[in-house]
């Protein structure tokens, strides 16, 4: 890479493309539809591998939504330039998740406090211990304030971060879950990381798209285009925390 920090080879823009905060679904296509259905005169600022990117308005407020692609080392990669590179604050993870409580039920929402994992991704660091990845409290606050405001049907709590989709261990769900583990995905862990290293912030928005208690599950385009309370939800939070700054 030359002495320039953009375009990178992941993102195709400049700092003033894109918005202090950014939703970041793991989809392209969800990407897409957030922009053309929830925001104004949304433009297209990135399809590096398409990977796509727009930035509109949401009722008087500049944001950006992304895709990350799937799993932590590519999140890991558009969430690492856009803190260091684009000047960006804030990223709200908007993606899926599977329940692992019976309590949490299909198209429930899960904030992630915290991420626990199962990968490696700390050992960056160098640290004699092992990291706790949570969420940024102002926008955990203004997430719960309004999905409670909002009527959402939602929990707060441990989600799972995931290296691996079709795991060996037939029991691993099961010992995680004894942890009070709300849901499963791939990619908070990763995010929360980045944005501690970066002194940015983040947190993780998801839908609940299956159950790995009942076998229940949406399919892939029900969690492309039907998960509007989600991402209503994280909108809002943007509006918030911009008008409170």
Same mark, same amino acid.
């Given at each position: 890479?030359? @002495?320039?920090?953009?375009?990178?080879?992941?993102?195709? !823009?400049?700092?003033? +493309?894109?918005?202090?905060?950014?939703?970041?679904?793991?989809?392209?296509?969800?990407?897409?539809?957030? %922009?053309?259905?929830?925001?104004?005169?949304?433009? *297209?600022?990135?399809? &590096?591998?398409?990977?796509? $990117?727009?930035? $509109?308005?949401?009722?008087?407020?500049?944001?950006?939504?992304?895709?990350?692609?799937?799993?932590?080392?590519?999140?890991?990669?558009?969430?690492?330039?856009?803190?260091?590179?684009?000047?960006?604050?804030? #990223?709200?993870?908007?993606?899926?998740? $599977?329940?692992?409580?019976?309590?949490?039920?299909?198209?429930? #929402?899960? #904030?992630?406090?915290?991420?626990?994992?199962?990968? !490696?991704?700390?050992?960056?660091?160098?640290?004699?211990?092992?990291?706790?990845?949570?969420? @940024?409290?102002?926008? *955990?606050?203004?997430?719960?304030?309004? %999905?409670?405001?909002?009527?959402?049907?939602?929990?707060?709590?441990?989600? *799972?971060?995931?290296?691996?989709?079709?795991?060996? +261990?037939?029991?691993?769900?099961?010992?995680?879950?004894?942890?009070? #583990?709300?849901? &499963?995905?791939?990619?908070?862990?990763?995010?929360?990381?980045?944005?501690?290293?970066?002194?940015?912030?983040? *947190?993780?928005?998801?839908?609940?798209?299956?159950?790995? &208690?009942?076998?229940?599950?949406?399919?892939?385009?029900?969690?492309?285009?039907?998960?509007? +309370?989600?991402?209503?939800?994280?909108?809002?939070?943007?509006?918030?925390?911009? !008008?409170?700054?």
């Amino acid at each position: 890479m030359s @002495d320039k920090l953009y375009p990178t080879p992941h993102i195709n !823009a400049a700092p003033e +493309d894109i918005a202090k905060t950014v939703l970041m679904p793991g989809d392209p296509l969800r990407s897409e539809f957030v %922009a053309k259905n929830f925001l104004e005169n949304a433009k *297209l600022f990135n399809n &590096v591998r398409g990977i796509q $990117g727009y930035t $509109g308005m949401y009722e008087g407020v500049r944001v950006s939504v992304m895709a990350s692609g799937m799993g932590m080392p590519s999140i890991g990669i558009y969430s690492y330039e856009l803190y260091n590179f684009f000047g960006v604050d804030n #990223i709200i993870r908007i993606g899926s998740a $599977g329940a692992m409580q019976p309590d949490v039920k299909i198209r429930d #929402i899960i #904030i992630g406090m915290g991420a626990c994992t199962d990968s !490696a991704y700390a050992t960056q660091y160098g640290l004699s211990g092992t990291f706790a990845p949570i969420c @940024d409290y102002e926008l *955990l606050r203004a997430a719960t304030d309004i %999905a409670k405001e909002k009527g959402y049907r939602y929990h707060v709590g441990n989600l *799972l971060s995931s290296d691996v989709f079709y795991g060996d +261990d037939p029991e691993k769900s099961k010992k995680w879950a004894k942890m009070g #583990i709300l849901g &499963v995905e791939m990619e908070a862990a990763g995010l929360y990381m980045n944005a501690a290293r970066a002194g940015k912030s983040a *947190l993780a928005i998801c839908t609940v798209s299956d159950s790995l &208690v009942t076998g229940e599950a949406t399919d892939s385009e029900a969690r492309q285009k039907s998960f509007t +309370d989600m991402i209503e939800l994280a909108l809002n939070v943007t509006k918030k925390v911009s !008008a409170e700054k």
